[in-house]
């Protein structure tokens, strides 16, 4: 369990004491009438005043409590143990189960509320006897149907058919898997049903249909209140003072509880937008590149300290150029292709270096300017094509938005174009595609898609960021056919981000690869991929299953946690050529003959020894 | 050599979910048959939606064949009786894709390792840390680790986390759906390795479901090509890798991208799989196959011997010499 925040628990907890010690305390008769102090003002005798009847406020204030709270935690409490039982029968014996608890939920929710309140009332006479069950009744629908949502989603998960396969019992499953991970929702379920309970004793009280007068409670306080209003408007505060504060509490409650039980809910980290630093030196133009990025480093505020995911990043992109930039996850591959977009999430900022599209630099451009270079200079393509699209447009429409925000054109020659770009990325009966929605295409045409959207307005430059990685083979080909297609007839450069050294090899013309944030090695892949200058890039050539049906050789241990770098070079602590001299400084990343960088200060002593060469040639 | 688990005939179908429940049903299985040897390491290939994790289940005996059956040692597990046949669960295991949904996420790994061993009674609770702890040690991780949960691992040693539950019973069978296809091509390499070794080392029988084909043949000793529910091709991984007789086979190898060092001529298959709800009529593959000829819409073509071990269902004898049609 985390750390429990303590105070809505002793809110709550110095509510209810109060409530139940009411008894024991000093207070006057909460029925005990005194004509002469009729609506008397807050004094010595009567901390806040006396009401219509002179009866003391205060005191009919905390008995009242007693009472509205009493009755919603029988209420609550009925209906969570009753809900709990039903939604987890329902959800879990079988079809005839399911349909009894779904059911009789269904005709419970058939009455309205207010309607079933009055009929109960009517029947059995006013009081709190007759308010809990009712209360109960009114909200176990809603407890059941949590639990059943929640047994039907975590029944679904692998790690409860983990114990379907270990042969767990039924029971054992139930307890041990699923009322854990059901635990939160029915929490936050239980907050908001003590809160409306309290409310809505206190509205019946008020209507005369709950608690029965002279007996003190909330709601008949209000109500008596209300008829003085103008001669004493204090009376009307004080109940309503205490039902929003106890509401208040209850709800801090039940949030503090849901973060404590869920193990995997970390802080937020402090959101720190600013990628904009208007002071950062400006380099000249560089040459004719689409992108340049030099010096490029992000930082990200985490609830452990400040962290630099990306460190001195430096890449430049030609027209017509593919340059795949490869590397692990949590390399911080995707983050630099996001700082390319100027889309980097609301806590991460970039602290130095220079970024550069087409000439311009980012860092110095407003969000309206980015969003113009958006799309027409540089365009995104992501892994998950599901996620990017909007799953209520059609596809046809949502490309023809991504044609709209960069071009006034009436409406048909919009919709002419959106079926003309379908038709350019291979997508077959284009007019019928484009008219439907996202789930109804394949994972390869969704991709597809939204291929047809990065290219609506012709961008130079084409950052893709795993985009075969959720594919199926043959489809993987297909997609990278596609984006070697455009890359031929439009002389687009593209930034393909992958973590998978095959494809690569497919497409790019450099490659430059990652490692814990910085650039380890960089140069034309051809060569890059005959002869590695860096331990790391040949470790990952190695882990690729070979031609020969050998295992993949692994690289021992695994990346370093940005908060947690080793000292000297990154990648000593994994690298099977590591001398002393290694950790004693970080080596930098150091040119090696024509276009080639590596950051091994080995490279001498090992270039050539590529682990799989001997057998691939 | 008499087979540890035999797969005969399966077949499943799923109703058709959906607002209104109407469309077909879908047929994920169709007639597949298999057999695992002791030891042995067979490798089930096919796209997504081909029905590989459904034959996964199936052979667990979590989730019943429509028809078929299947046989852990000659016993047809759908004669057993409920308790039966969660004692037979024992014998054998599942390693899930995900390594993310795989875990509870409430609960300290240790306890997830230690519920076989609760499960089945295999260790009193005194002696459970030291076999969590032993079975930790087993795929790679310290006896620490144990007290931690899920979320503070990384997917690869969540990965191992999860062989190391399904290893608690003492299996003698692993179905692997899919173990590294989410994983990091380095880490990938480790968790490989990790089933190798266990395999070598504890005589394991083991399934192994992959889209992958370079991923299979360095672990698998038989390759089932699978398609649409249906095996299209399957014997010993070197043979079928090498000489892939069914065109489907030769299309999957063409398009794994395999050594960086040698870029290889490619088929490019047309479009996607057909959906398994309305599949092809004839051989189920004609719809992307560059091979096809007017016959394959009418007849079904059945699995026949390519050489020892070997089948495959084609009515074509010629596609490793010829060429495939070009592709639009
Ligand atoms: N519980 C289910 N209800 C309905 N349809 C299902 C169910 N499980 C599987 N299917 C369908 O059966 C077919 C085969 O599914 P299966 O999960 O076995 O494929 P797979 O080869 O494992 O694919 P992937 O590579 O995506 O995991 C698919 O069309 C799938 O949509
Ligand atoms: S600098 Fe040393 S530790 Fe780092 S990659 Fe090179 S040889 Fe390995
Ligand atoms: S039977 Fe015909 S369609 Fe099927 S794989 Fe063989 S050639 Fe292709
Ligand atoms: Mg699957």
Redesign the pocket.
């Known amino acids: 369990m985390r750390r429990l925040n303590w105070l809505p628990v002793a809110a709550v907890a110095a509510i209810a004491i109060v409530a139940l010690a009411t008894p024991l305390l000093p207070l006057p008769d909460p029925l005990a009438m005194d004509i002469a102090g009729r609506l008397a003002p807050p004094s010595r005798a009567h901390w806040l005043g006396q009401d219509q009847y002179g009866r003391d406020v205060l005191s009919r204030l905390l008995w009242g409590s007693r009472v509205s709270l009493g009755v919603a935690v029988l209420a609550c409490g009925a209906a969570v143990a009753l809900g709990t039982a039903l939604g987890l029968a329902g959800g879990f014996l079988g079809r005839l189960a399911e349909l009894l608890a779904l059911r009789s939920m269904d005709i419970v929710l058939c009455f309205p509320p207010l309607l079933l309140a009055l009929l109960v009332v009517t029947l059995l006479g006013p009081g709190a006897a007759t308010l809990v069950p009712l209360l109960a009744l009114l909200y176990l629908p809603g407890f059941v149907r949590v639990v059943y949502a929640g047994v039907l989603s975590v029944r679904s998960q692998d790690y409860a058919e983990a114990m379907r396969a270990l042969g767990a019992t039924r029971l054992r499953i139930m307890t041990r898997t699923i009322l854990p991970n059901i635990g939160g929702p029915i929490l936050v379920q239980f907050s908001l049903t003590m809160a409306s309970a309290i409310v809505l004793e206190s509205g019946l009280s008020f209507l005369g249909l709950g608690v029965v007068p002279p007996a003190p409670s909330w709601g008949l306080m209000i109500g008596a209140a209300r008829s003085t209003m103008a001669q004493a408007p204090l009376l009307l505060l004080w109940p309503c003072l205490a039902l929003s504060l106890t509401i208040l509490a209850m709800n801090a409650l039940c949030d503090a509880l849901r973060d404590a039980v869920d193990p995997q809910r970390a802080p937020r980290p402090a959101g720190l937008r600013g990628t904009l630093a208007p002071h950062a030196p400006s380099l000249a133009p560089d040459g004719d590149a689409l992108l340049a990025l030099r010096g490029l480093t992000v930082e990200i505020d985490t609830p452990a300290g400040a962290i630099r995911p990306v460190r001195d990043v430096s890449l430049r992109l030609s027209p017509g150029e593919t340059l795949a930039l490869v590397g692990e996850s949590g390399s911080g591959k995707s983050l630099t292709g996001l700082a390319a977009m100027g889309l980097l999430p609301p806590a991460a900022r970039v602290v130095a270096g220079d970024i550069r599209v087409d000439g311009r630099d980012l860092r110095r451009l407003d969000e309206t300017a980015l969003r113009r270079l958006r799309g027409t200079a540089m365009a995104m393509v992501f892994q998950d094509p599901l996620s990017s699209l909007n799953p209520v447009h059609r596809i046809g429409a949502q490309i023809g938005e991504a044609v709209r925000a960069h071009h006034r054109l009436p409406a048909r020659a919009v919709r002419e174009r959106a079926v003309g770009l379908l038709r350019r990325v291979g997508i077959p009966d284009p007019e019928r595609r484009a008219r439907s929605f996202a789930h109804e295409l394949s994972g390869g045409m969704r991709q597809r898609a939204m291929i047809a959207m990065a290219i609506a307005n012709d961008p130079r430059l084409l950052i893709a960021d795993e985009p075969t990685t959720a594919l199926d083979t043959t489809v993987q080909a297909q997609i990278l056919e596609l984006i070697s297609g455009l890359k031929r007839q439009g002389g687009m450069a593209i930034l393909f981000i992958t973590h998978s050294l095959p494809v690569v090899a497919e497409i790019a013309d450099t490659l430059a690869v990652m490692y814990a944030g910085e650039i380890v090695e960089q140069g034309a892949a051809a060569a890059l991929f005959a002869r590695p200058l860096h331990p790391y890039t040949a470790a990952l050539l190695a882990s690729v299953p070979g031609e020969d049906g050998a295992l993949p050789r692994s690289i021992p241990g695994t990346v370093p946690a940005p908060h947690d770098l080793p000292p000297g070079c990154r990648f000593a602590p994994r690298c099977a050529h590591r001398r002393d001299a290694c950790e004693a400084a970080h080596p930098p990343l150091a040119p090696v003959g024509d276009d080639r960088l590596t950051r091994c200060i080995r490279w001498r002593d090992f270039a050539g020894t590529r682990p799989s060469a001997e057998t691939a040639a | 050599m008499t087979a540890l688990l035999a797969a005969e005939d399966l077949s499943r179908r799923?109703?058709?979910?959906g607002l209104f429940r109407r469309g077909r049903p879908?047929q994920?299985?169709a007639g597949v048959s298999l057999a695992i040897a002791r030891g042995e390491a067979v490798g089930l290939v096919?796209?997504?939606?081909?029905?590989?994790?459904?034959?996964g289940r199936l052979v667990l005996g979590l989730l019943a064949p429509d028809a078929g059956r299947v046989l852990l040692e000659g016993t047809d597990l759908a004669s057993l009786r409920e308790a039966a046949r969660r004692r037979v669960r024992r014998r054998l295991q599942l390693v899930f894709?995900d390594p993310y949904s795989s875990l509870d996420p409430r609960r300290r790994v240790g306890r997830q390792i230690a519920d076989g061993l609760a499960i089945h009674r295999l260790a009193p609770p005194a002696q459970r840390r030291e076999r969590v702890a032993a079975l930790l040690a087993q795929v790679g991780l310290a006896p620490e680790h144990a007290e931690r949960f899920p979320h503070q691992f990384s997917g690869g040693q969540r990965q191992r986390i999860g062989i190391a539950r399904a290893l608690a019973t003492g299996p003698e069978f692993l179905v692997a759906?899919?173990p590294v296809s989410a994983l990091d091509v380095s880490v990938q390499a480790q968790v490989l390795a990790l089933l190798a070794d266990l395999r070598t080392r504890l005589g394991l029988a083991l399934l192994f479901?992959s889209?992958d084909l370079p991923v299979v043949r360095s672990l698998c000793d038989r390759v089932v090509v699978?398609y649409l529910?249906r095996i299209m091709e399957e014997g010993p991984a070197s043979e079928v890798l090498r000489h892939p007789r069914h065109p489907y086979t030769r299309a999957l190898l063409a398009a794994a991208p395999g050594d960086p060092l040698r870029p290889r001529a490619r088929i490019l298959l047309r479009g996607d799989p057909p959906s398994?709800a309305d599949p092809p009529s004839g051989c189920v593959f004609r719809t992307r196959c560059p091979y096809v000829l007017a016959e394959c819409a009418q007849v079904v073509p059945a699995l026949r011997s390519g050489g020892p071990g070997h089948r495959f269902a084609c009515i074509r004898d010629d596609v490793e010499t010829t060429l495939p049609a070009p592709t639009a």
């Open positions: 799923f109703a058709a979910r879908v994920a299985v096919g796209e997504s939606g081909s029905g590989k994790s459904t034959i894709q759906d899919e479901i889209h699978l529910g398994p």
